[in-house]
Structures are given as C-alpha cells and as structure tokens.
Nanobody, 126 residues
Framework: QVQLVESGGGLVQAGASLRLSCVASGRTFSMYAVGWFRQAPGKEREFVAAINWSGSATDYADSVKGRFTISRDNAKNTVYLQMNSLKLEDRAVYYC???????????????????WGQGTQVTVSS
C-alpha cells in the first residue's frame, strides 16, 4: 500500500501554468500505475491523465491533451502533472490515484485505483 499526497495547486489566471506533484510513501511505488482525476463543484470526478509504472505509456483525456503532461520520477516517488494554458473549465480539485500494476496499461476509471490522495485545489480566474 502507498499513501499519496498532492501539492502544487493554487489560484492562477487563464493561460497560466501550474505543476502538480503527487508524492507517495512506500518503497514499491515504482510498481504502481498512477492517474490524475479532477472534480469540479457539482460535477462527477473525471479522468485527466494516467501513466504506467515505468513512465513508458501515458494517456490523456481529450479535454487536456496537448496542454497537460504527466510524468514520473520513481527515484523520488513522485508523479507530476504539468498544466499549461489553463482554462476556466480546468478549475477543480485534482486528485492523484494509484494501483499496483506492472503492465503497460493505463487506467481511466476511478474504480480501477486503490489508493487516493486528499486532493489539491486548482482555481483559474479570467
């Protein structure tokens, strides 16, 4: 089991950038696939991006493709979400999630994940 802690959220203007971090406890983090999800007020949690255990495969929601980049540094037990060209509709609480997996697959469904962080707020203003 790993515990996840997100950070890096904040208030930015539209068009700006933010980098979120998800730091995991535990020595086996390199065996986990990781996903980022977000939840806006009054909306369901939605998939944003995912990365497999090695970082060799990534997946993105259409709404963020070309603007967001997910990456990981297993030596630091950290997964990043670089968010560029932020839009008003990107405002949400962002969560990272993890599941044990040594396959090349990525996972888009929240129920695929077993471990969740507490979330970090991203607010985008006009």
């Amino acid at each position: 089991q790993v515990q996840l802690v997100e950070s890096g959220g904040g208030l930015v203007q539209a068009g700006a950038s933010l980098r979120l971090s998800c730091v995991a406890s535990g020595r086996t983090f390199s065996m986990y696939a990781v996903g980022w999800f977000r939840q806006a007020p009054g909306k369901e949690r939605e998939f944003v991006a995912a990365i497999n255990w090695s970082g060799s495969a990534t997946d993105y929601a259409d709404s963020v493709k070309g603007r967001f980049t997910i990456s990981r540094d297993n030596a630091k037990n950290t997964v990043y979400l670089q968010m560029n060209s932020l839009k008003l509709e990107d405002r949400a609480v962002y969560y990272c999630a993890a599941r044990w997996s040594r396959s090349s697959s990525n996972y888009r469904t929240s129920t695929d994940y077993t471990n969740w962080g507490q979330g970090t707020q991203v607010t985008v203003s006009s």
